[in-house]
């Protein structure tokens, strides 16, 4: 194979980015485009899945991708994506986003982001070795019979699968910058499903991340599972009404998640936030909630360095104190509120602007909330009221009304009344998020470190529940 | 301009002696790849494998956006890649790789072996006769790329869509429309003599609006899609959807938030299909059988929803959105009849259902690209017409939820489903009365089933995305107006 055709980009030795640059300085000369940055990405990936003993589907992958972004002579700017790395490929991708620039958006046109070239955090992430597929899968089948035994009633792992990846990803511009990275991943998750007889069948799960398979904490994994899935097994239905409900770290981070676009200055521009650009300062929730982006919170396996556009990832303040405090930007949106693009952006025609991972607490010094849990302790006027435990949330996808406020979500969880614990058969939680964030009165516990970011038990007053009783 | 068709790309695997093209317009019709696949399926069969299958895809995608009276979004992506799959008895493993080259491919199909302790042989020894002829299905199609709306003339009409909305409603904060274009073309070739190549086309429209008016929000969208009509957005109206969405964002914008509880409920047609897709048709793919989430196993024959109800999924509707020639197994797909009067009929199956569960394959072996193996999955499902008018179902109740439009849903793992309603109304004394916005439908499917007793004269489809086990592919639901005699309504 000539070197006119080698991929800059293989599985064994990743991407190479002087490869990649020389070819686009030269392809874009060719066709007269002076203006242009690209964004790839390369990965390996091996997992497996197995079913009572037996391995189901093993699995591999090797996947490039780069997307290409030109600006022409107008100063429009026009994007094409593709998975074909080869010289052909990259020519194709380049005159396919210079056509595309023809119907670039002249009301606003990206531009480079002035921190593409400023120094990157330095993140611990040690690269691990991949395992062996068929360790993966005697990990895997260790893991589900050892989750089989803890109860008679599971009967399945319906939901199982032990992955690794191997990733590598950049940024380049016309202008010189060049941001690089590798990683190695893995990932671990088990859902199972119980069922008693003359009882209906219930499930739950959990999933675990490190940088290697063999860093997994995979008995963690099944413990958690186990926990989980049998403190569902005794359910009742739940009476429709108006509770005060305590949700889980996860779900908590999921609501949070769903709602996102509070914090998103490109969904601000856009119209459909429920925040405005004067809404900076004003009280969105209650003054002992803070919560902030850290993608370079070290509990965040595979963080990355730098954004779509090159931009560094920094921790960035969202509520303090209840208070909104800043929007996550891209280098757009950044320059139409005149601020400094905070490393949330992604590559695109349109570039997209989202969160990393949260952070969410109590703000330093405000007590947290403790004077509202007050009333739920023993003795006390509270304590015999029902609370509802929200462990999980399904259906994020469709019963979260991001730009209206609304949701209206299935969930599993627990009723806990009269010292009694009992899993609640099938509920759905409904409300405004903005009516949730002050009605919040406090935190419970240590903040858990989850997939998705870090958060306490966060107690909530107030939301309806329908319930099947 | 016209997006060019995709090409194959500078690594594309050619036979030996045989000219490198960095640009082959015939693509996956070139005969060359006939002794490619045949000897990578040779390869296989030699190292001891049951059935090899090679997946090669090329795909064209194009992603329009545009709000309130400007193009703000023109993403266009191209690709290739292929999925090889191993059987060794039941067991299978599956490598994909966007690398065509031929030390790529044969990479792959090592990768594969090895993952059921399998190795490549030195030499291919004579356990593979060969392809039979290629079935093309692609043969009128390999224009269709040429044939869509060029660049222009789709961000025209789009336009058009969003001018609409400005002309019909009122409160309006935010006007999109979108437009998706997915060209794909598929070769499937397996040791077991499939040897099939086809192309297919799915183009999508949608409108979408916010309207605001003080503390009061309501955000509604649109989508038409068609399979295989090149010039379909031409035919789309966008006044019609203008009106029609800009008329239900008025109604919702005040409405108040459903009450919760337990109510009969009627859901409209089109997209109300939503229901049985969620509650049943997931359940009876042959991908829950295998993994024990259906509570349906073993029930064929036997009852297992109300008598009034008969549910079909099939790849034949003319132009609808889960239409195909051929599954990506390279199977004719069928018209399977899933319920009939209430009887559980038949499993949807693709070839690894059929070897695990005994369920013979039903064309239904579908994936979204060659990075997913396929899985028995839905093509357009839906419920049968039954006697009834639509008013006699909501005449019916004495109160209860009408649910006009539906957002998306999704089953669990216990059979637990549920689904958003966009746009509800309250039945009273058998009449529709206020809007109310807001509803969660959960239920469980087998006892949701039994409930659905009454089906209106006038099925309809409307085309949808399903997002599963082999990724996100194109689907469409249906159902004439049906009536569920109770259903938990999640509300505030």
């Known amino acids: 194979m000539d070197t006119s055709t080698t991929l800059p980009c293989d599985g064994a030795t990743g991407l190479d980015a002087e490869v990649l640059r020389q070819r686009l300085e030269t392809l874009a000369s060719s066709e007269g485009i002076r203006r242009w940055d690209l964004g790839a990405s390369c990965s390996t990936d091996t997992s497996v899945q197995v079913d009572r003993g037996e391995p189901k589907q093993m699995k591999g992958a090797q996947r490039s991708a780069v997307t290409l972004r030109v600006w022409n002579e107008d100063g429009l700017v026009g994007i094409t994506s593709t998975s074909d790395l080869s010289d052909a490929g990259l020519a194709r991708a380049l005159t396919g986003a210079r056509d595309a620039s023809a119907f670039g958006n002249v009301d606003e046109i990206p531009e480079f982001s002035p921190l593409a070239t400023a120094p990157l955090p330095v993140l611990d992430q040690p690269l691990r070795p991949t395992l062996n597929i068929l360790t993966l899968l005697e990990t895997l089948k260790e893991a589900e019979r050892d989750l089989l035994g803890r109860h008679a009633a599971i009967g399945t792992v319906p939901y199982n699968g032990l992955a690794q990846r191997s990733s590598e990803r950049l940024y380049i511009n016309s202008d010189g910058a060049c941001r690089q990275q590798r990683l190695t991943t893995a990932s671990i998750y088990l859902y199972a499903r119980a069922e008693e007889a003359g009882r209906k069948p219930r499930s739950s799960g959990a999933v675990r991340l490190a940088y290697g398979a063999a860093d997994l904490d995979v008995s963690g994994c099944v413990d958690e599972a186990a926990e989980r899935t049998i403190a569902h097994l005794d359910y009742a239905p739940i009476r429709t009404g108006r509770y005060t409900c305590v949700f889980s770290p996860e779900a908590f981070l999921d609501l949070i998640g769903a709602f996102s676009s509070l914090f998103n200055a490109r969904a601000v521009l856009d119209g459909v936030s429920l925040s405005r650009r004067e809404s900076l300062g004003e009280p969105l929730a209650v003054p002992f909630l803070s919560i902030h982006d850290n993608g370079l919170h070290p509990a965040n396996i595979g963080a990355a360095a730098f954004d779509g556009e090159g931009t560094p990832t920094r921790r960035l303040t969202l509520l303090e104190g209840g208070v909104l405090r800043n929007f996550l930007h891209s280098e757009a949106t950044a320059r139409a509120f005149g601020v400094a693009p905070t490393g949330h952006a992604g590559m695109g025609a349109k570039v997209s602007v989202g969160p990393d991972w949260f952070e969410i607490g109590p703000t330093p010094g405000s007590g947290g909330g403790a004077s509202g849990l007050d009333r739920f302790a023993p003795g006390s006027a509270g304590e015999g009221q029902g609370l509802v435990v929200i462990d999980s949330l399904s259906a994020l996808h469709a019963g979260v009304k991001a730009s209206q406020g609304a949701f209206s979500l299935p969930f599993d969880g627990w009723l806990v009344q009269d010292g009694t614990v009992r899993s609640i058969e099938a509920a759905t939680v409904a409300g405004d998020i903005r009516s949730l964030l002050k009605a919040i009165i406090g935190f419970e516990g240590p903040a858990k470190v989850t997939p998705d970011g870090v958060c306490p038990h966060v107690w909530v007053e107030g939301l309806s529940i329908t319930g099947d009783a | ?492």
């Open chain 2, 1 to 492: 301009m016209v997006v060019s068709p995709p090409a194959v790309s500078g690594t594309a695997v050619f036979p030996q002696g045989s000219s490198r093209r960095t640009d082959s317009p015939a693509g996956l019709q070139d005969p060359a790849w006939r002794s490619v696949l045949e000897h990578l399926l040779a390869a296989g069969r030699s190292a001891g494998a049951d059935l090899v299958e090679v997946f090669l895809e090329r795909s064209d995608h194009l992603g329009l956006l545009a709000e309130q009276d400007a193009i703000t979004s023109v993403s266009p992506s191209f690709g290739a890649g292929a999925g090889l799959r191993v059987f060794l008895g039941e067991r299978d493993g599956f490598v994909s790789t966007n690398d065509l080259s031929p030390s790529g491919l044969r990479s792959a199909l090592e990768q594969a072996l090895g993952m059921l302790g399998l190795l490549l042989p030195v030499r291919t020894a004579a356990s593979f006769e060969g392809l039979p002829e290629l079935r093309d299905f692609a043969t009128s199609k390999n224009g269709w790329l040429q044939e869509c709306p060029t660049l222009a003339e789709a961000t025209s009409r789009l336009l058009e869509g969003t001018d609409r909305l400005l002309s019909h409603g009122r409160h309006l904060q935010v006007r999109r429309g979108s437009y998706a274009r997915d060209w794909q073309e598929v070769l499937v070739a397996a040791s077991d003599g499939t040897f099939a190549r086809d192309i297919r086309l799915h183009q999508s429209v949608g409108l979408n609006v916010l309207a605001a008016d003080g503390d009061h929000r309501a955000s509604l969208g649109r989508r038409y899609g068609t399979s295989d009509r090149p010039d379909d957005l031409r035919h789309w109206d966008p006044e019609v959807a203008a009106v029609d969405l800009c008329g239900s964002a008025a109604t919702m914008l005040h409405a108040d938030y459903v009450e919760a509880g337990q109510f009969p409920v009627v859901l409209a047609n089109r997209f109300g299909g939503v229901i049985f897709h969620e509650a049943c048709g997931h359940l009876l793919e042959t991908t829950q059988l295998e993994r024990g989430t259906t509570p349906f196993a073993d029930m064929v024959g036997q009852p297992i929803a109300h008598e009034a109800l008969t549910a079909i999924d099939e790849g034949l509707s003319d132009g609808a959105f889960g239409s195909l020639s051929m599954d990506d197994e390279g199977m004719e797909p069928q018209r399977t009849v899933l319920i009939e009067n209430g009887v559980l009929r038949r499993f949807l199956s693709d070839r690894a259902g059929e070897r695990r569960t005994g369920h013979p394959r039903t064309g239904s072996g579908r994936r979204q690209s060659h990075s997913f193996a396929a899985a028995s999955r839905m093509r357009n499902t839906y419920i049968a017409a039954g006697p009834h008018t639509p008013e006699e179902l909501i005449a019916s109740v004495d109160r209860g939820l009408y649910c006009k439009s539906m957002g998306g849903g999704s089953v669990g793992p216990t059979g637990q489903f549920n689904f958003a309603v966009e746009e509800g109304y309250l039945i009273e004394n058998g009449a529709l009365t206020r809007p109310v916005k807001g509803a969660t439908l959960i239920g469980d499917a087998k006892e949701v089933m039994p409930r659905i007793s009454m089906c209106a004269n006038d099925l309809e489809l409307a085309a949808g995305f399903c997002g599963s086990v082999s990724g996100s592919i194109f689907v469409t639901v249906g159902q004439p107006h049906i009536k569920v005699d109770m259903i938990t309504v999640g509300g505030r």
